[in-house]
């Protein structure tokens, strides 16, 4: 697969997010080539989703919501920070906008 580097996407979509008026921070910083991008999504009242692209056997990659059982940003907070230790190649990004799953998918996981 071709991609680009995750640096790369995560300053793209930082920069997406800000020009649609919301805010994006870079939370832990991963491997700049290829590191796994965990979005923490908050939206306008607050509520908190945790999403990841993951890819199947044939490479095909889909968008997945992480936790979906989780309510609120602090048990979304203790799980990414349980990852990032297993995982210190791991990004986490947070971004507070409307609509992020489109901006994601135009950024973030763009093939």
């Known amino acids: 697969m071709n991609d680009l580097p995750t640096a790369l996407r995560v300053n793209a979509f930082a920069r997406a997010v800000e020009q649609a008026g919301g805010s994006a921070m870079i939370l832990a910083k991963g491997d700049r080539d290829s590191g796994i991008i965990l979005l923490l999504a908050i939206d306008r009242d607050?509520?908190?989703?945790?999403?990841?692209?993951?890819r199947d056997l044939d490479g095909r990659s889909r968008i997945v919501r992480r936790k979906p059982d989780m309510v609120g940003e602090a048990a979304l907070t203790d799980y990414w920070q349980g990852r990032r230790a297993r995982d210190p190649d791991l990004w986490v990004v947070e971004a507070i906008v409307a609509?992020?799953?489109?901006?994601a998918a135009e950024t973030l996981w763009a093939n």
């Open 46 to 54: 607050g509520i908190a989703r945790l999403f990841e692209r993951e």
């Open 99 to 103: 609509a992020v799953e489109p901006l």
